[in-house]
Each structure stands twice: as C-alpha cells, then as structure tokens.
C-alpha cells in the first residue's frame, strides 16, 4: 500500500474483498499472464515465419545454407521481441502498471474480466475529456464521470464506505436499518446496497428536491418521508430528523454522510489515487462544488500530496456559505444576514451542493482547497443545456455547476493547462426542474442559451 495513505484509511483486512484472491489484482494478474503466453507466439511466430522466408529466398538465390537459416530465426526472433515488449508496454499503460497496488480493496477494477456483485461495480469510473469545453477555453477538461456508478451519483463509493465500516465496528448487523438524511443521490445508493445485504433502508428529504429521486428511492424498496426544508439549526431539519431516529435502532446505524469522515476517507483511498493514475499525475487543478465536502476534501487532499502546486478550487452555488469560509476564513452567506435563522435559507436550483455550516468533511480537506469561485442558478443551467447540445452530456445541476467552475478556473489558469473535475450526476433525476423550462421560468431563469456557439453565458 502506498507508505502516504493515512493511518485511519487503512484496512485491516478482515472486511469483505479485503482478501488478496478477491481483490482486482487478482484479475490484473491473470489479464498479465494471459499477455506474456501471447508475448512469447509473437516471438515464436516471428521466428518462425522469418526463418522460412530467408530460406525461401536463399533458395531460390541458390545460397540456402545453415548458418543463413539460423540468421533468419535470429531476426525473426529480434522482431517478436520488439513487438512483445511493445505489446507490454501497451498493456502496462492501459493498467497502470500490473505491479501496482490499489488503493482501495474493496472498489474493484472495472477493467477486470470479471467482478462480484454491486459493489464491484462502484469506482474506477472513466476519465472523459469535455471537447466543446477545450477547444473554447484552449485547455484539456477532463471530467470523472462519476455519474456512471451503478447508482448514478458518486455517493455510491461514500455509502459503501459507510456501510462497510458500519459492519465492521458492529453497529450493522444482518437485517438492520440504515438511516440517512439526505437530498436524494446518498439515499439512493445506501438503497441500493441495503437491497445488495439485506438491509432495511430509511430515507429522510427535504421536499423541495426533485420528485424523481423520491420516487426512485421508494421503488428501490426505501421508506421516504420527505420533510420541509428548514435550516440546520431547526430540530426538524431532516438530517436532524433522521439522526434521532437511528440513535433509537439497536440494530442499525445513522449514516450521517455529512459528519461522518468515511465520506472523506472513500475519496481519499480511491477517486483521488484513480484520477491521478488518469492523468498520469499530469493536471493543473482540480474544481468542484461541495455539499458534505466528503469529495473535494478527499480527492484535494491526495493530489495536492502528490503534487503540492495543484491547485484545488471550488465553486460555491448560490446561498453557501463556503467561499466565504475558503475566501476570508469565514463561514458566511449573504443570505443569513437578510433570513431568520429558522428559515432555509437556500434560493437556487441546484441540488445536492452548498451548505451553510462547516462540516467534518470540508474541514479535513479546508487546509488543501486555495481558492473559490462562486456560481449561478443561470450558468448552471445554461451549461446543462450547453454540454447536452454541443456533447451529448445529460447531466444533473451539480455536474453542470461543476462544469462553470472548471472554466472560470480554465480561463483563470490560461491556455494548455489541464483542469479536471468531476460528473457527479446525471439529468435523469432532474427532468422536473433543471429540464423543465415551465418551471425554470417560474424562477427568473431563461432556459434558452444566449448563443449556443460560445460560453459567453459564464461570467
């Protein structure tokens, strides 16, 4: 394991696909074996056809001697080599590296022959360069789509990383309950993997998220009760809610995604270690948005290891209050001055990001984060509506925002650098209101691009 990794990421083992026969280097090792028999028929079959055409030509040149023969197997074989070590070459790039350890025992490689279950199906997700993006800005984005895990968001690796760390401290034993409060991705995926073990799953939301991920939550066999948003210092607060109900289980657990530093250590131990293998350790910075601040505190925090002069950014949706606290080193929102603080106090239609508070996510990775942008409700959807027309890239209006960051840091950094950031969710989920051009309207957001050619609508 890499000597870098924190001392409370580390596993002891015991935890299901900890076991070196389970885990994706097995597969990485079969896949290499499988590569050297056919490095040495290349070898083999070039000597071989080789030999026989220098013989042939001897022939017919009336020289055909022995010694002429061995020469030929000679070079055959000097050409099989050199298209072997080439074809290694290839395939230890594509893997990076078959002696190389994963960070994370229990992700497995997608590039393996075969995976086990769900949760070999989470992580390892593609790195996608956005052209319409590059070519305009005169850099390289590259985005992790993390969108593609199985349940859609990245909050699959962080609930995954709850539930295991849940089972090895004993609080979840079979047939418990989770419990999470959570505005609809992070309960889908503990749905989901309750479904996978045999667990009973709780899910509390505030009801002005989208319908379609309530929905999508109860089809996936959750109980949902769906709160009014208020502000975190209301005891109905749906995650205060929620965290009452699991301390009243004894068999079962709060997941708490928000405080729980499982979060931060999911993307620490394998987003991060993923995109810098990606990249070839070759980025200039990486940008995102945060809610519980589990992802941009726990992949910054393994790149700027790596490499202190990465920087990493963040862009802040409309009433957080994160980019006073990375600006000025203050946890403040405009909003808070103009609300009571019984009130939410968001007004944006993004969903999933922004807080008003720091969490013990954020706070782990603060120390890494160098600067803030701020966003808009209109960039966002503009980008939403850029990136499907010019990319064919249905997202979600945390990937969207995610996106307007990636440029202001793009323009901000200049021509040829390399940005990445990441896809965290997908425009299935938010047909009824980023999509909906009724309702964006409703808002005093124009849901047409000012010009579908340029991102002049990112200020």
Known sequence: ???????????????????????????????????????????????????????????????????????????????????????????????????????????????????????GLIGNTPLVEIKSLSRLTGCTILAKAEHLNPGGSSKDRVALSIVEEAERSGALRPGGTIVEGTAGSTGISLALLARARGYRCSIYMPDDMASEKSDTLKLL???????????????????????????????????????????FRAHYSTTGPEIWRQTNGKLSAFVMAAGTGGTISGVGAYLREQDPSIEVVLIDPPGSALYHK????????????????????????????????????????????????????????????????????????????NCVGAVKVARELGPGHTVVTMLCDSGTRATSKLYNPEFLRSRGLDPALPDPHTLSFVK
């Open 1 to 119: 394991r890499p000597s870098n990794r924190p001392a409370h990421s580390r596993s002891s083992g015991k935890g299901r696909g900890c076991c070196w026969h389970h885990s994706p280097l097995a597969g990485r090792r079969d896949l290499v074996r499988k590569q050297q028999a056919w490095c040495d028929l290349q070898i083999s079959c070039w000597g071989l056809l080789t030999a026989d055409s220098t013989a042939k030509w001897h022939k017919r040149t009336m020289k055909w001697d022995a010694s002429t023969f061995c020469v030929g197997i000679g070079v055959g074989v000097g050409a099989g080599l050199a298209a072997a070590v080439a074809t290694g070459w290839s395939l230890r790039g594509a893997l990076g590296g078959a002696a190389s350890e994963h960070p994370a025992e229990h992700i497995a490689s997608r590039g393996a022959l075969r995976t086990s279950g769900l949760e």
């Open 326 to 401: 990375v600006v000025s080193g203050v946890c403040y929102a405009n909003e808070q001055s103009e609300r009571r603080l019984q009130r939410n106090r968001y007004d944006t239609i993004t969903e999933g990001i922004g807080i008003d508070r720091l969490t013990a996510n954020f706070e782990l990775g603060l120390p890494h984060i160098s600067k803030a942008h701020r966003g808009t409700d209109q960039e966002a959807v503009h980008m939403a509506q850029f990136l499907l027309h010019h990319d064919g890239l249905f997202l979600g209006s945390s990937s969207a925002m």
């Open 221 to 263: 066999g959750a109980d949902v009760v769906r709160l009014p948003a208020v502000s975190i210092v209301n005891s109905e607060h749906y995650c205060k809610v929620a965290e009452r109900e699991g301390s009243r289980l004894d068999n079962g657990c709060y997941a708490n995604q928000f405080e729980n530093t499982a979060n």
